[in-house]
């Protein structure tokens, strides 16, 4: 099997109910305005890198059909428990440096909070490319590290990396921040347009959060978005891109490819499906899973 650069993994975290408890409502309710501004509200087939217990589904659904994509096959058990009845919705366990997904597979790709735990973005990156129709929606979110914060912070001597550096700065392992000259180049270098960017979730203090509450505090945070993007200087930055590589604008009739050697035909049994050279992915409680062969 090839090698992939390390990834994190939140199997058998509690990431959905620990993470997302009620004091990051307002944080929820920032990106959710973010991500309806930007997204194409219709189309046919979409995925979502790093969708987890799916959280944001519900602003898909104006989509024939919709792939959950997570590393943690726990947490997407969890996201079956609620869209699971939904006939458009399928689950998938894989890593984004080896995406099982046919070329030009999708209309529209959505990661959010998932590039700050990439060691190798430009090969993610790549492989979203491939993954998108020409002409193709992605919508990303990243980690930034030229926020307000970090730039009051390395003022004051509070912290020892610079926010202005180009690099990405790993401030916990596999958690990076991103500078959005750097990021903005990569998403430039893979093939992508950018279109559109928001700075998302400026007022990440628990006292406002206290004082004014989530839903009026979110309602500012969507005000400032684009105004105040040009400037990034919140800790979150969405970027509307399209794919600019020249290819046939419409998207695979195939969903999957095999990871292991890039075949798209398939023998399938109810609990795995084999490719044409015998790589073996088990499909396990309505889950596909990706991450390893049974060699």
Aim: one cysteine or more.
């Amino acid at each position: 099997m090839t090698q992939s650069p390390p990834v994190i993994d939140y199997e058998g975290s509690k990431y959905s109910t620990e993470f997302w408890t009620p004091q990051r409502e307002y944080e929820d309710r920032a990106e959710r305005i973010a991500l309806r501004a930007m997204l194409p509200p219709r189309g046919r087939r979409l995925v979502e890198i790093g969708a987890g217990a799916g959280r944001l589904a519900e602003l898909y659904l104006g989509y024939d059909e919709i792939v959950l994509m997570d590393y943690a096959r726990s947490t997407l058990l969890e996201a079956r428990a609620r869209w699971g009845r939904d006939p458009r919705f399928t689950f998938v366990a894989a890593d984004v440096y080896r995406l099982p997904f046919a070329d030009t597979a999708f209309d529209t790709l959505v990661m959010v909070r998932v590039l700050h735990h990439l060691v190798d973005v430009p090969k993610a990156l790549g492989q979203i490319a491939a993954a998108l129709r020409a002409g193709g929606t992605f919508v990303v979110e990243f980690a930034n590290k030229r926020n307000l914060k970090a730039m009051l912070r390395y003022a004051l001597r509070r912290q020892p990396w610079s926010p202005y550096s180009r690099e990405p700065v790993e401030f916990v392992e596999l958690n990076f921040d991103f500078h959005p000259a750097w990021m903005q180049a990569q998403l430039r270098a893979a093939g992508f347009n950018i279109r559109q960017n928001r700075s998302v979730s400026f007022f990440r203090v628990g006292f406002l959060k206290r004082l004014l509450g989530a839903k009026t505090l979110a309602s500012i945070d969507g005000a400032l978005q684009r105004p105040l993007a040009p400037l990034a200087l919140a800790p979150s930055q969405f970027l509307l891109c399209t794919l600019r590589r020249a290819g046939a604008t419409d998207r695979a009739i195939g969903l999957f490819k095999c990871p292991e050697c890039g075949s798209t035909e398939w023998r399938e049994a109810p609990d795995a499906l084999t490719c044409a050279n015998g790589h073996a992915w088990p499909v396990r409680e309505g889950v596909y899973d990706f991450r390893a062969t049974d060699e």
